[in-house]
């Protein structure tokens, strides 16, 4: 099992500090040598030749020291972007900029994992790069650490002198940004904040929204692998760490879209196996661990005339080889016709795991999801849908972990709430609208979008219920199939402008749940229209401005 190397905790650099000492005591040996009146030896230097010589040295300690400073840069600059053609140069660059060396760890293995999925992708450390050549590239993915007192690492002092200095254009870059840092230092990730404000005033949009990392957190890496995995198409990517999986069983599994011209839509409930009690809270995310159907299993065997109930050994543990290829990627059969089990066991790579917003609270008694049956062009289900929504009967047992994501729970007071979503991003603000009620903040404005209001209306019976007792104040939606011409959230979000300022204005975050293309950017451009990019981007620092997209 591949695992992410942990961090070493940000520190001061002791190993300038001690040069700089070294440096200072030949210095004052130099000059405590030329006030030295004592019987000099045979080889001493006499007079001022001591002053000289001890000057020498210092001179010459100093020099070595510069000389390992300039390999240094040379070792940096080594890794800028070489002269290349726009024939040869890749779609996506990965940049990054490490203290530590932990950032440019992570950022080896997201190249890798892009070119693993056969795209072309550059790697080069961000100090080494200007605007002009980041325009260069349709995708950016930086990979950046916080050092000091909230400020850049060393080898990207000189971009933020130079290039962070002033705006950019990049308005032709889609970025995202995988911030490192440490909770326990007021400036938490503050470098990567910063460059994400520098890149939106510089016209870049967003691929998803920024990632931060406390400390190496292994939840916080795999949702970074997870958006990794939807930008290169859902590609398997396998995880770098597993998540610590518990058991739960799938109670109940309801078609929530009859009808629908678009993907049938289910709603999953679940309960853990063993009896536990419900814990999490609105807004955190339900990891899934997705399986094979067993129909998959068995003619993958039967191709290779293979028994799975032959016990093989994997990840210290002994199990069948059919339970492991449920939860494995399936290799090309063809590669491995005479092989034993256990030397196909040992190349196989978990799936990676899958991540849902959790529809539901405690207080519910399940854990609840909605999810939209996903097919690849050629029929086959997405791995984690396809196991929740096709292979996994009720009473299956299905492999979960809660993430927390405090960075989407509902604010503990009982200011106003805009909740803007599309599809199955309904299920996060149904979360958020229940915590809210039951608190008794009734103020919340929800704005949906679905393609026909008579099937896609999700929740359909609740939300109308708790329109009707006033828990909320006002419900507008967008139905894109149902007009003659398209109508999305963020159209139906610009014709009530002025209300969304009014809003705002008393105090209101805004909570958006759902596609990332298309719906989510539609609507940020929007909430630019109604307040600007800089009020948008200091409710966002406030925590009034929050987003779950996928």
């Not at 909605?370 to 396809?386: F, I, N």
């Not at 903040?441 to 929740?459: I, K, M, Q, S, V």
Request: hydrophobic share 45%; with cysteine; net charge negative.
């Amino acid at each position: 099992m591949s695992t992410v190397p942990s961090a070493p905790r940000r520190r001061f650099d002791f190993g300038v500090l001690g040069n700089l000492l070294v440096v200072l005591a030949l210095v004052a040996l130099a000059i405590g040598l030329s006030q030295w009146q004592a019987e000099p030896l045979r080889w001493s230097f006499p007079g001022r030749g001591r002053l000289w010589a001890a000057g020498a040295i210092a001179a010459l300690y100093a020099g070595f020291v510069a000389a390992i400073a300039v390999s240094r840069t040379r070792g940096a600059r080594a890794q800028a972007l070489p002269a290349i053609s726009a024939q040869q140069r890749g779609d996506w660059l990965v940049a990054f900029a490490s203290q530590t060396g932990f950032a440019e760890q992570l950022a080896r293995r997201s190249h890798e994992a892009l070119c693993g999925a056969g795209l072309r992708a550059d790697l080069a450390v961000l100090g080494t790069l200007d605007a002009s050549q980041l325009a260069l590239y349709p995708r950016v993915l930086f990979i950046v650490s916080t050092t000091g007192e909230g400020d850049a690492p060393d080898s990207a002092a000189g971009f933020v002198r130079r290039t962070m200095a002033q705006t950019g254009d990049l308005s032709a870059t889609r970025y995202g940004v995988l911030a490192l840092g440490d909770r326990e230092y007021t400036e938490y990730c503050a470098f990567g904040h910063r460059l994400d404000h520098w890149l939106r005033h510089s016209g870049a949009q967003s691929l998803f929204d920024l990632v931060e990392v406390d400390n190496s957190e292994p939840g916080a890496l795999r949702h970074w692998q997870h958006h990794l995995g939807l930008l290169v198409g859902h590609t398997e990517l396998p995880d770098w760490s597993t998540p610590s999986y518990r058991p739960w069983r799938l109670q109940e599994r309801l078609l929530s879209n009859p009808g629908s011209v678009g993907g049938p839509v289910f709603r999953l409930s679940l309960v853990p196996a063993d009896g536990d009690a419900l814990d999490w809270r609105a807004g955190d995310i339900a990891e899934i661990g997705p399986r094979n159907s067993a129909a998959d299993v068995a003619q993958w065997l039967a191709t290779l005339g293979l028994d799975g109930e032959t016990s093989v050994r994997y990840e210290d543990a002994q199990e069948t080889l059919s339970a492991l290829l449920a939860r494995t990627r399936l290799p090309d059969p063809g590669a491995w016709r005479g092989h034993s089990a256990q030397a196909i066991a040992d190349t196989l790579k978990l799936l990676s795991h899958r991540e849902y917003s959790i529809a539901s609270v405690p207080a519910d008694g399940s854990l609840q999801l909605l999810v939209r049956q996903m097919r690849y062009e050629d029929g086959r289900y997405g791995s984690g849908s396809g196991w929740l929504t096709e292979h996994a009967a009720p009473g299956t047992s299905i492999d979960l972990r809660i993430r927390s994501n405090p960075s989407f729970h509902a604010p503990s007071d009982a200011r106003p709430v805009v909740l803007i979503g599309n599809g199955t991003g309904l299920a996060g603000l149904r979360a958020l609208l229940k915590t809210r009620i039951a608190a008794g903040h009734t103020r919340n404005w929800l704005l949906f979008g679905e393609r026909n209001a008579a099937c896609d209306l999700h929740y359909r019976a609740e939300i109308e219920a708790w329109q009707a007792a006033g828990a909320i104040e006002r419900v507008d939606y967008a139905f894109s199939r149902d007009g003659e011409s398209r109508t999305y959230v963020q159209d139906v979000l610009r014709a009530h402008l002025d209300a969304v300022r009014e809003w705002i204005a008393q105090g209101a975050a805004v909570y958006v749940c759902g596609s990332l293309e298309g719906m989510a950017p539609g609507v940020e451009a929007v909430l630019h229209e109604a307040v600007g990019v800089d009020a948008l981007e200091t409710m966002a620092a406030d925590g009034r401005y929050r987003r779950d997209v996928y």
